[in-house]
C-alpha cells in the first residue's frame, strides 16, 4: 500500500498533525521509533503553556504561539486532557538589568499580540503568591499562560487520529529513505517498508538525520538536556502560577511550577550534550536546579523530592521553527527544531504543516463523520462517590485499587491496555493513569500492573518491560533454571 501521506515521529507535533490529517479523506501512517508515543522530548517536558511573550516578533514562533494558546486550550477540551489556565510570572531579583529586560520582554509581548501582561512590583506580585521569595523585585505577570499534560496529550491526540483511521507503526526505527516514481520508501531497522507520496519529518532530536537519509542537509540539531526534579503533592500548593527567572541565551531558566495533578514541578538545567538519548540526571545538575528553585522560592521542602528526570529538547541552528516544504527532495516537508514553546504551538503548527501540504499540491476533502473528541480516559477519578459506585457494580474492575499512591483501579489500568494507542510496558501504564507516579513509585502497584500486562497483552511476565527494547522487569522465576 502507498500512503498518502506518512509521519516519522509520534511526538507531539506528529501525533496533532495526524489528528488534523485525519479529519479529511486520506491514508496515512504515523512512524516511531520506540515501543510508545511521546518517548522523546514530549515525555519529559515541562508541560508549560506559554504566554507568547518571549518569542522574537515576526517569526514563526511569535506567530503560532500567539494563536497556538487557545487552539492547545480547545483542544484539550475535545480530547478531555487536563490542563490548568493559571497563568504565569516572570522574575526578576533587585538588578536595573533585569527590570529593563522584563520591560522589553512586555513589550515584545504585546507586538505578539499577548493579551493580559502587566509589569508589577515585587510586592503585588507577592500579594498573588506569597511564597515568592523577598528578592523578587519585579515580575512581568502574564495571565494567558497556562499547564498541561505533554504525554497525555499526544497519547490523546494519537489514539483519536487512529479512532479516525490513522495508522500508527510502533519499533519502527527509520533506517533508510528513498524517492523512486514520486513515492517515498522508508525502511525499518528490522526490514519493514513504508510507502507514501508526501513524507512529514517530525522526528525531533533526529530530524536532521532524518533530513539527511532524505538527501536535504540544510540544518543541524543540537540537542539540549534539561534535568528536573518533582515533588510529591504535599509540595503542589506551594505556588500557584508558574514562576520563571529572567530568560538567557540557553533558556526560559529554572522554573517552579505546579502541574496538572497536583504536584511541583522545578527545573530545568539548559546543557549541550551528545545526542538526544543522553537523558542522565547528574548530582551537579539537580544541584543547580536546587540552587535556582530556591531562588524564586526559600520554602520550597526538598526532602518531598519523589523522583528526578531529564528531557532533551531539539534545538535548531535557524533560531525559529523550520516548518518548510524541502527546496530539494519534493513531498518532503520538515517540522524540526522544535524547541520552547513548541508544545504550546502544537496545533497551531499542525493547521501550518497543513496549509503548507495543500500549497504542496494535495487535494483536501473533509470527513463527513470525523469525530475530534475522545473519552475521558481519567472519567472515573472525575465521579462522585454515588456515581463510582454505579459504575463499580457494572464494572467491577473499577472497585480494585491497584496504585494506592495515586487510587488507580484494575478497570482504568485495563482501559490503558485497550484504548487506542494502547499501553505495552509499565511506563505506558504510568503514562496514560498514574499508575506508578506516587510517592513509592511503582513499589506497590508494580508486580500487579505486571501481572496484567501479561495477561492481557498474552505475553510471559520476563517478557513485560519498563519502556521497551532490554528493559525487562523480571529476568526469570525462583526456582528456575536461567
Request: hydrophobic share 40%; proline share 4%; aromatic share 6%.
Amino acid at each position: 500500500m502507498v500512503y498518502d501521506i506518512v509521519i516519522i515521529g509520534a511526538g507531539v507535533v506528529g501525533g496533532m498533525l495526524a489528528r488534523e490529517l485525519s479529519r479529511y479523506q486520506l491514508s496515512v501512517c504515523l512512524l516511531e521509533k520506540e515501543k510508545d508515543v511521546a518517548m522523546g522530548a514530549t515525555k519529559a517536558n515541562s508541560g508549560i503553556v506559554h504566554g507568547g511573550y518571549d518569542p522574537v516578533p515576526g517569526t514563526l514562533k511569535a506567530k503560532l504561539n500567539a494563536e497556538g494558546v487557545e487552539l492547545l486550550f480547545a483542544a484539550a477540551e475535545e480530547l478531555h486532557v487536563p490542563y490548568r489556565r493559571n497563568g504565569s510570572m516572570v522574575c526578576a531579583f533587585g538588578s536595573g538589568e533585569e527590570h529593563s529586560l522584563l520591560e522589553e520582554l512586555y513589550l515584545q509581548g504585546l507586538k505578539n499580540g499577548v493579551p493580559g501582561l502587566a509589569l508589577l512590583s515585587g510586592d503585588e506580585a507577592r500579594a498573588l503568591e506569597p511564597n515568592l521569595s523577598e528578592a523578587v523585585s519585579m515580575v512581568l505577570d502574564v495571565r494567558n499562560a497556562g499547564i498541561i499534560g505533554p504525554y497525555e496529550l499526544t497519547i490523546a491526540a494519537i489514539g483519536n487520529a487512529m479512532d479516525n483511521g490513522v495508522e500508527l507503526k510502533r519499533n519502527f526505527e527509520v533506517v533508510s529513505i528513498e524517492r523512486n516514481n514520486d513515492v517515498f520508501s522508508v525502511a525499518s531497522a528490522a526490514g519493514e517498508f513504508v510507502s507514501g507520496t508526501y513524507l512529514f519529518n517530525c522526528a525531533g532530536g533526529f530530524a536532521d538525520c532524518i533530513a539527511n537519509m532524505a538527501g536535504d542537509r540544510f540544518f543541524k540539531i543540537t540537542p539540549r538536556a534539561g534535568e528536573y526534579m518533582l515533588l510529591d503533592k504535599s509540595e503542589g500548593n506551594r505556588v500557584g502560577r508558574t514562576l520563571f527567572q529572567c530568560p538567557t541565551e540557553a533558556g526560559k531558566g529554572i522554573l517552579v511550577s505546579p502541574t496538572v495533578h497536583g504536584n511541583l514541578l522545578i527545573g530545568p538545567t539548559a546543557n549541550v550534550v551528545m545526542t538526544p538519548e543522553s537523558r542522565d540526571t547528574t548530582a551537579k545538575g539537580l544541584a543547580e536546579v536546587k540552587r535556582l528553585a530556591s531562588k524564586s522560592v526559600p520554602s520550597v521542602a526538598f526532602r518531598q523530592v519523589i523522583t528526578s528526570f531529564t528531557g532533551v529538547r531539539a534545538t535548531g541552528d535557524t533560531g525559529d521553527f523550520i516548518l518548510e516544504a524541502s527546496r530539494v527532495v519534493p513531498g518532503l516537508i520538515h517540522a524540526a527544531g522544535i524547541d520552547s514553546p513548541g508544545l504550546t504551538c502544537c496545533v497551531s503548527i499542525a493547521k501550518y504543516l497543513v496549509q503548507l501540504l495543500e500549497k504542496e499540491g494535495l487535494s483536501f476533502v473533509a470527513k463527513e463523520n470525523w469525530d475530534g473528541r475522545r473519552k475521558d480516559t481519567h472519567g472515573f477519578q472525575n465521579m462522585t462517590d454515588d456515581k463510582k459506585h454505579a459504575y463499580i457494580k457494572e464494572k467491577p474492575a473499577f472497585g480494585k485499587i491497584v496504585c494506592r499512591c495515586e487510587m488507580i483501579s484494575e478497570g482504568e489500568i485495563l482501559e490503558a491496555i485497550h484504548t487506542n494507542p494502547g499501553a505495552l510496558d509499565m511506563d505506558g501504564i504510568k503514562r496514560r493513569t498514574r499508575s506508578g507516579m506516587g510517592r513509592c513509585q511503582g513499589g506497590f502497584c508494580g508486580p500487579y500492573v505486571m501481572e496484567l500486562l501479561s495477561r492481557e497483552l498474552g505475553i510471559l511476565m520476563e517478557d513485560v518491560t519498563k519502556n521497551g527494547g532490554a528493559s525487562r522487569m523480571v529476568i526469570g522465576r525462583i526456582g528456575e533454571e536461567s
